[in-house]
């Protein structure tokens, strides 16, 4: 059971932020979640989701500088 739970808890995709993730499909914790819903609302869509997780991390790490 232990090695499922391991394996079923990511960290969040944003740089230094060690918070747990959970759910399928999801790349942020619940806080950076919320704002990256709101990046997407702003933001229009090149690519597909996986250009805006890019360009949402690279805003975030550009703000922690």
Same mark, same amino acid.
């Given at each position: 059971? %232990?090695? $499922?739970? %391991?394996? $079923? *808890?990511? !960290?969040?995709?944003?740089?230094? #932020? *060690? !918070? +747990?993730?959970?759910?399928?499909?999801?790349? &942020? #914790?619940?806080?950076?979640?919320?704002? &990256?819903?709101?990046? $997407?609302?702003?933001?229009?869509? &090149?690519?597909?989701? $996986?250009? +805006?997780?890019?360009?949402?991390? !690279?805003?975030? +790490?550009? !703000?922690?500088?």
């Amino acid at each position: 059971m %232990n090695r $499922l739970v %391991n394996k $079923l *808890e990511k !960290k969040c995709s944003v740089p230094d #932020c *060690e !918070k +747990a993730v959970f759910g399928q499909g999801a790349f &942020f #914790c619940g806080e950076h979640e919320r704002g &990256f819903q709101d990046f $997407l609302k702003g933001a229009k869509v &090149f690519g597909g989701t $996986l250009v +805006a997780i890019a360009m949402f991390i !690279k805003k975030l +790490a550009q !703000k922690s500088k």
